[in-house]
């Protein structure tokens, strides 16, 4: 998944007179929610829409199991998933157990996936986090946030990633595709994909969150592109709210497959 470098906002400045934000029973200032030009009819038809399209959707990280599912994961910041997916065919070919992987080695992992960018800090993080799993979880990927981001490598973005692909949890990992969707389209305005995932969680509706994760990155890697989005093959044209759109009419809503669309797998 490539991964966006996002620019921290400008510090703001306060106005002599200005009313201090308010704060939260805690102490921390509380985080005004965006207004979005959407109804919850409408955001609810837009998730069946995608719903309707993909069923069924799926990673295009290649895997077998948790494990190779979470160093897939780690590998992929900063790369293409086809790039990921050409490394991991042989090292998982060689090692697809944390246990395999220790054996394996760093320098021999790191044969393995010189391809792909930041490879040297991949490889040491990848036998890291094998010998963590053998040593704190007895080699299995445990599916408890604050124990996949102990590991090393293992952030926030890759924790959900993990727990709702391997353990069917209702997260969404923002990566680049997504924190695009959520600014363009007026779905989930936010300066940081924190703030993104916090705001698409709050509006999407519960029979859609397991898998918007996906639909969302699909949706952005396949039709609302970031150079140019293709509106005509957009299934939500008609409520889309993006200032860049092309087109008020919805492309016909029919089933796909649930990965890349076919003419994306022989581009």
Request: proline share 9%.
């Amino acid at each position: 998944m490539m991964v966006e470098k996002i620019d921290k906002p400008a510090p703001v400045v306060k106005r002599a007179g200005a009313r201090a934000p308010a704060r939260k029973p805690n102490g921390r200032t509380a985080r005004r929610r965006p207004k979005i030009p959407y109804s919850a009819t409408e955001i609810a038809e837009i998730f069946r829409r995608f719903a309707v399209q993909r069923p069924e959707p799926e990673s295009e990280l290649e895997h077998t199991n948790p494990f190779t599912l979470l160093v897939a994961v780690v590998l992929s910041a900063q790369a293409t998933d086809a790039g990921v997916n050409k490394a991991t065919r042989g090292l998982f070919a060689a090692a697809d157990t944390p246990q395999a992987m220790a054996a394996l080695g760093e320098e021999a992992i790191r044969e393995h996936i010189k391809m792909i960018g930041l490879f040297r800090n991949k490889a040491k993080n990848v036998a890291a986090l094998s010998e963590a799993l053998i040593a704190r979880h007895g080699g299995e990927v445990p599916g408890d946030r604050a124990a996949l981001e102990a590991l090393p490598g293992v952030g926030r973005k890759t924790a959900n990633v993990v727990l709702n692909v391997a353990f069917g949890e209702e997260t969404l990992a923002v990566d680049t595709h997504i924190f695009r969707l959520g600014n363009r389209l007026h779905l989930a305005p936010g300066k940081t994909p924190d703030e993104v995932e916090e705001n698409l969680l709050r509006i999407i509706p519960q029979p859609y969150r397991r898998h918007a994760h996906h639909w969302l990155i699909l949706h952005g890697r396949y039709v609302c592109k970031a150079r140019k989005p293709e509106c005509e093959a957009c299934v939500i044209a008609d409520l889309c709210r993006a200032e860049v759109k092309t087109t008020d009419i919805p492309a016909e809503l029919r089933a796909l497959p649930p990965g890349p669309p076919p003419a994306a797998m022989t581009a």
